[in-house]
C-alpha cells in the first residue's frame, strides 16, 4: 500500500464512486511519487463520449472545488469547448485524466507511467 494520507485516500475514494456512477470504464489509480520528482497521484478512467467525460468532470469538480485543491482555474466553465478526447482536472497532488478510448489508446498514459504503484481503492 503506497504512503497516501488518510484524507487523500478519501478523496480518491469518491473519485472512483463518482467515476462508477458515471459508467466510465478502466479505471485506474496510480502513485507516481517514485517514479517522478513533481507528480504524486493520477486517476486515469475511459469514457464513450465528450458528453459522458464532461459530466464525469463536472461531478467530480463539485467535490473538489470546495477543497480549494484546484490549481488556478475559476470555474469549470474554463474548460474548452472544443472535444479533445481528454479532460484533465488538476488538484495539486491527485489529477484526473478523463478520455476516450481513442486518446487513450494514443497516449497510452498506463504504459508511459508503467513503472508507477498501482493503487487498491
Known amino acids: 500500500m503506497p504512503n497516501i494520507s488518510t484524507e487523500t485516500f478519501e478523496h480518491l475514494k469518491k473519485i472512483k464512486q463518482t467515476l462508477i456512477e458515471k459508467k466510465c470504464e478502466n479505471i485506474q489509480f496510480l502513485d507516481l511519487k517514485d517514479v517522478h520528482s513533481y ?3 493520477f486517476v486515469i478512467a475511459t469514457v464513450k463520449t465528450e458528453t459522458q467525460g ?3 468532470a463536472k461531478d467530480i469538480d ?3 472545488k ?3 485543491l484546484a490549481v488556478k482555474r475559476q470555474n ?3 474548460l474548452p469547448k472544443d472535444a479533445t478526447g481528454w479532460i484533465l482536472l488538476d488538484y495539486g497532488e491527485i489529477c484526473v485524466h478523463i478520455m476516450t478510448d481513442e486518446m487513450r ?3 497510452s498514459l498506463d504504459r508511459l507511467w508503467g513503472d508507477a504503484s498501482p493503487i487498491e481503492l
Request: with cysteine; charged share 20%; hydrophobic share 35%.
Open 76 to 78: 469549470f466553465a474554463d
Open 54 to 56: 464532461r459530466s464525469c
Open 66 to 68: 470546495p477543497l480549494k
Open 39 to 41: 507528480l504524486s497521484l
Open 105 to 107: 489508446n494514443y497516449y
Open 62 to 64: 463539485k467535490y473538489m
